[in-house]
């Protein structure tokens, strides 16, 4: 037997495929665009059409990559129309942007942390960091514009760098801001005297991260014990103490002395004056308030050389 064949017409317009969003843009984290992000729309198969979109109520035609910079949440609808056929069905694309960061961070030594901190050092650019300190206290704070207020949730990060040792990963302070620095374990190998750079930034939800901020600290290593120093002439003339005014005193000023460290070193600079050297107080002066405030006052002189007549 032979099946029955019928003949059918169907009538009624094609269905469209629908569109479909590409974004490109800076991340500021895995789900949000940093300041601003690109949308490109397109369809499949359909050169005809015609791509609609709309944002927060308003209707455009699509002609161009679609640009939001809006901080926020913002839903893009987008379908596509050609005659002949039914509208296609509707595309949502959300995407979340970031805007600038409008927060500061103050670095801020917590209480009595000043003692630990011998002044600006600026051949190295570095906080002095006295020998044999076990642990650094410093605080990240968050500052806002007055009359603004801070955003619960915010993200604290910061990382270190040895010397001239490649920039350490990211690590999450806590939600105080407070840091704890052990300088024994941050020297360089083998316990040598080390400048360690320390950035930090902060993420404010809605918000991009916070520019790179640092300071630097110089690391001393200890010393198993103080160097003794020997100062001798070169050449033996004989002429003994002369404390008075005369021939005899001008020559003892004259001669040549040699220095010698024992045990030697030579990472020691010797410093020296001629004549009478008075001083009171420290050499360096460090402010109990910030590091901030450290690195604007810098080395502070507490003596002078007075040569005689």
């Given at each position: 037997q032979?099946?029955?064949?019928?003949?059918a017409?169907?009538?009624?317009?094609?269905?469209?495929?629908?569109p479909?969003?590409?974004?490109?843009?800076?991340?500021?984290?895995?789900?949000a665009?940093?300041l601003?992000?690109?949308?490109?729309?397109?369809i499949?198969?359909?050169?005809?059409?015609?791509?609609?979109?709309?944002?927060?109520?308003?209707?455009?035609?699509?002609?161009a990559?679609?640009?939001?910079?809006?901080?926020?949440?913002?839903?893009i609808?987008?379908?596509?129309?050609?005659?002949?056929?039914?509208?296609?069905?509707?595309?949502?694309?959300?995407?979340?942007?970031?805007?600038?960061?409008?927060?500061?961070?103050?670095?801020?030594?917590?209480?009595?942390?000043?003692?630990?901190?011998?002044?600006?050092?600026?051949?190295?650019?570095?906080?002095?960091?006295?020998?044999?300190?076990?642990?650094?206290?410093?605080?990240?704070?968050?500052?806002?514009?007055?009359?603004?207020?801070?955003?619960?949730?915010?993200?604290?990060?910061?990382?270190?760098?040895?010397?001239?040792?490649?920039?350490?990963?990211?690590?999450?302070?806590?939600t105080?801001?407070?840091?704890?620095?052990?300088?024994?374990?941050?020297?360089?190998?083998p316990?040598?005297?080390?400048?360690?750079?320390?950035?930090?930034?902060?993420?404010?939800?809605?918000?991009?991260?916070?520019?790179?901020?640092?300071?630097?600290?110089?690391?001393?290593?200890t010393?198993?014990?103080?160097?003794?120093?020997?100062?001798k002439?070169?050449?033996?003339?004989?002429?003994?103490?002369?404390?008075?005014?005369?021939?005899?005193r001008?020559?003892?000023?004259?001669?040549?002395?040699?220095?010698?460290?024992?045990?030697?070193?030579?990472?020691?600079?010797?410093?020296f004056?001629?004549?009478?050297?008075?001083?009171?107080?420290?050499?360096?002066?460090a402010?109990?308030d910030?590091a901030?405030?450290?690195?604007?006052?810098?080395?502070v002189?507490?003596?002078e050389?007075?040569?005689?007549?």
């Open positions: 032979k099946s029955l064949v019928a003949d017409e169907i009538t009624g317009n094609e269905h469209m495929n629908p479909w969003c590409n974004a490109t843009g800076v991340l500021s984290t895995t789900t665009y940093a601003q992000v690109n949308v490109a729309v397109y499949d198969r359909q050169p005809g059409a015609t791509i609609y979109y709309k944002i927060g109520g308003v209707t455009r035609e699509y002609t990559p679609i640009e939001v910079v809006e901080g926020g949440s913002t839903l609808e987008t379908w596509a129309e050609q005659e002949g056929f039914d509208t296609s069905t509707t595309t949502k694309c959300r995407y979340d942007v970031d805007e600038a960061a409008r927060l500061s961070v103050k670095p801020v030594w917590q209480e009595g942390e000043a003692r630990h901190i011998g002044g600006f050092v600026h051949d190295a650019q570095a906080f002095l960091v006295h020998r044999g300190v076990e642990r650094l206290h410093l605080s990240l704070v968050p500052e806002l514009p007055d009359g603004m207020i801070v955003e619960e949730g915010f993200r604290i990060q910061y990382r270190l760098q040895q010397a001239d040792a490649p920039m350490g990963q990211w690590r999450s302070a806590a105080n801001g407070s840091v704890w620095l052990r300088p024994g374990e941050l020297l360089s190998p316990t040598a005297t080390t400048r360690l750079r320390m950035q930090w930034r902060v993420k404010e939800p809605g918000y991009v991260w916070t520019d790179l901020q640092d300071l630097q600290l110089l690391l001393l290593a010393r198993a014990a103080a160097p003794a120093m020997e100062a002439p070169v050449q033996l003339w004989d002429i003994g103490d002369n404390w008075v005014q005369g021939p005899k001008n020559a003892a000023l004259r001669q040549v002395h040699s220095v010698t460290l024992h045990p030697g070193s030579a990472s020691v600079r010797l410093f004056a001629v004549g009478t050297w008075t001083h009171s107080g420290f050499l360096l002066e402010s109990d910030d901030a405030s450290l690195q604007s006052s810098g080395l002189e507490k003596f050389t007075v040569m005689q007549s």
